[in-house]
């Protein structure tokens, strides 16, 4: 496609419940980015790759979220053991190259923890 | 730190009217971008502007302008004889202009509702 394509768009979760959120780049997009973004909120940032590596995951709140994007296009981003405060849009991004060019995002997955 | 505000949370305006969201920013990087985007309810971001920290000149396209003022650490966008079709929630963001893979710092965003 032509856009970044996340999926599903909606995930509900019982609490305590593993899932995994899954984000399709715009073909040949270098850069990869997911964001956090709570009800009433600004994304916030969780984590960056550059091609296959994960150069920055300073953003993780906790060591229960993982993501992983082995070949360097599709990302996953997973979430073990989900909690209700996990409960978010979560949002990915892609841009062409390393530098802080646009960034163009998907629509996102929405996490709703019960 | 770096930090982005936007103090206005919801507006609301009648269509033709036009509106200005405020942007103010704290960073210590003397290289930095702007950016606007906007959230309509589908939910994706889209890109509306990126300038950086060297151009203060101020930007028109159609019906959007943007007013970048590094002395107040501003970066205000106005949107001209507003239509139904600008609500949405807008987002003003802020990054590193050269270091790679730099997160875009984002304001909790002022809600726009424009009605007929």
């Known amino acids: 496609g032509a856009g970044v394509s996340q999926s599903p768009r909606y995930k509900v979760a019982k609490r305590g419940q593993d899932v995994a959120l899954r984000c399709d780049p715009i073909s040949g997009h270098v850069s990869l980015f997911w964001y956090q973004q709570a009800l009433g909120q600004g994304p916030e940032f969780l984590t960056y790759f550059q091609n296959e590596a994960q150069l920055d995951k300073s953003g993780l709140p906790s060591d229960r979220f993982f993501a992983e994007r082995p070949e360097g296009s599709v990302s996953t981003l997973k979430i073990q053991r989900t909690q209700q405060e996990d409960s978010a849009v979560y949002l990915c991004?892609?841009?062409?190259?390393?530098?802080?060019?646009?960034?163009?995002f998907g629509q996102g997955t929405r996490l709703t923890v019960v | 730190a770096q930090k982005v505000t936007q103090a206005q949370t919801e507006i609301s305006v009648v269509e033709k009217e036009d509106v200005t969201l405020d942007c103010v920013y704290e960073t210590r990087d003397t290289t930095y971008y702007l950016f606007w985007y906007k959230q309509p309810p589908s939910g994706e971001l889209v890109f509306l502007i990126r300038r950086n920290s060297f151009d203060e000149q101020n930007e028109i396209s159609g019906r959007y302008s943007w007013n970048f003022q590094k002395s107040t650490s501003s970066f205000n966008f106005t949107i001209t004889a507003s239509q139904v079709v600008d609500s949405a929630v807008y987002f003003c963001a802020l990054s590193d202009l050269n270091q790679a893979g730099t997160a875009l710092i984002f304001g909790k965003g002022t809600t726009l509702s424009v009605s007929s």
């Open positions: 991004a892609s841009s062409i190259n390393h530098l802080n060019t646009e960034a163009f």
